[in-house]
Nanobody
Framework: VQLQASGGGKVQTGGSLRLSCAVSGTVYSPNALGWYHQAPGKQRQLVASITSSGDTNYGDSVKGRFTISRDNAKNTIYLQMNSLEPEDTGVYYC???????????????WGQGTQVTVSS
């Protein structure tokens, strides 16, 4: 499985960006796709995930501001980011896992990341 993220950039506080992640290779269902954020000097953290069933999960800091969606026909996921804050700055990685929930045997795949910079 390969993942190609795009859509990062520089915006001012309050601005919006839309990230995309194209998934290629052999993808099985059930699965889950998601976005993770790694701020400078910090650990990678979940931003949002969406299962093949359509269930979504968001990190507390982005609830109400970010929306994850997926287009199964295009094997692509999106992250609409609104009301961006300087704390959202960092690299955003898309992720695929071969199970809807994390469990023994779950395999993770990562994209290369896309940089988001929010200036105050």
């Amino acid at each position: 499985v390969q993942l190609q993220a795009s859509g990062g950039g520089k915006v001012q506080t309050g601005g919006s960006l839309r990230l995309s992640c194209a998934v290629s290779g052999t993808v099985y269902s059930p699965n889950a796709l998601g976005w993770y954020h790694q701020a400078p000097g910090k650990q990678r953290q979940l931003v949002a995930s969406i299962t093949s069933s359509g269930d979504t999960n968001y990190g507390d800091s982005v609830k109400g501001r970010f929306t994850i969606s997926r287009d199964n026909a295009k094997n692509t996921i999106y992250l609409q980011m609104n009301s961006l804050e300087p704390e959202d700055t960092g690299v955003y990685y898309c992720n695929y896992r071969n199970t809807e929930t994390v469990q023994p045997g779950t395999v993770f795949y990562w994209g290369q990341g896309t940089q988001v910079t929010v200036s105050s």
